[in-house]
């Protein structure tokens, strides 16, 4: 098996500098990490990541706990993951994916254990049980969703208030004034889902202000669940004009519905969805949509807690809460009401 000191032989360079070149630790110039990255795919050499924990008390490893809820839509999670494990592949980090149902567990023993160098959690419950624990480990933690209480953790969310408030205001200028408001099932809210409440409750707020009546209901996740209750919905409230999705099943199914209905979009029914684009691509939904943002989101949890890990972040830094703000993605789903 080969060696770092092989690959420092085979480039011509010190075993430091090819071990710079690797970590991207020091300036190395462009000839010399074209060399050492030669040299490294000639000899198929891998890092010794033991070896390299020892020497410098960093495992280039980032904890994501994340968990696939049946309750939730699972591509809609995956995005999110995806942003992780992206980001800190081009940061020189691995992932280590823990989805074990006791989150409280799994997060002690990879930080117990010091498997990893620093955590990011996913599913982030308003009261998470996770949080004591993340707060009294040695690795620092970033996390993709607000709970109640952000002390010691750096926190990254879309603005769910807003979103809320921007998908009834879009539809309020156009004139609608009965919408229907489609989220996530009731047991979301239950276990600590608090993004559910906190677009709900804006979007209900704002209509109450201009004097839209809003019908709001909680859907499945899952088919062909969401799909009846999507019927039930618009049969139950036949003056709605204009449907806001705050659930990836029910935004998936709604072609189907409509299709079945024989509406039209947007001249029966003008619909706003919360989604990402590329979800959108993926189900080739034809709908407006809030940018959910899991990509950036990821992101921007990983970069701060590589910033933190490595020493760019002071220990007694104060922590950050940042919100992305809601962007509108116009795909010509919304217009006048019928008349």
């Known amino acids: 098996m080969a060696t770092i000191g092989d ?35 000639d000899l198929g050499y891998t890092p010794n990541a033991g070896a390299r924990a020892l020497a410098t008390s960093q495992t280039m490893v980032i904890g994501l706990l994340a968990q696939f809820l049946e309750d939730e839509f699972a591509p809609a999670m995956l995005q999110y993951i995806q942003g992780v494990a992206n980001t800190a592949r081009e940061l020189g980090y691995d992932i280590l994916l823990v989805t074990e149902v006791d989150g409280t567990r799994g997060l002690r023993r990879v930080t117990d254990s010091r498997m990893v160098d620093g955590v990011v959690l996913l599913n982030v419950a308003e009261h998470d049980d996770r949080l004591p624990i993340l707060r009294a480990a040695s690795q620092p933690g970033a996390l993709v969703g607000l709970p109640a209480d952000c002390t010691g953790v750096d926190v990254f969310d879309l603005d769910f208030e807003e979103a809320g408030r921007l998908m009834v ?83 998936a199914a709604l072609p189907t519905v409509l299709h079945a209905r024989g509406l039209s979009v947007p001249g029966d029914l003008s619909v706003i969805g919360r989604y990402s684009d590329e979800f959108a691509r993926t189900f080739s939904l034809p709908y407006s949509s809030i940018e ?39 795909r010509r789903s919304t217009g006048a009401p019928r008349r």
Do not use: C
Not at 174 to 201: C, D, K, T
Not at 306 to 315: D, F, S, T
């Open 169 to 251: 205001d879009d539809l309020h200028r156009l004139g609608h004034r009965e919408l229907a408001l489609v989220s996530q099932p009731e047991h979301v809210i239950e276990r600590g889902g608090a993004y559910v409440w906190r677009l709900q409750n804006a979007a209900a707020e704002a209509a109450r202000v201009r004097g839209i009546t809003l019908h709001a209901i909680f859907a499945s996740a899952h088919q062909p669940d969401v799909g009846r209750e999507l019927h039930d919905l618009l049969d139950a409230h036949p003056g709605v004009t204009g449907l806001l999705i705050n659930n990836e099943a029910a935004a």
């Open 7 to 41: 690959v420092a032989r085979a480039a011509g360079v010190s075993r430091s500098t090819a071990s710079y070149a690797l970590s991207g630790k020091r300036s190395i110039s462009a000839d010399v990490r074209r060399r050492v990255e030669e040299a490294v795919r």
């Open 292 to 330: 959910s943002a899991p990509d950036r989101l990821g992101r921007m949890a990983v970069r701060q807690l590589v910033r933190r890990i490595e020493g760019e972040v002071g220990p007694d830094e104060p922590h950050v809460v940042r919100f992305v703000s809601p962007e509108l993605v116009d």
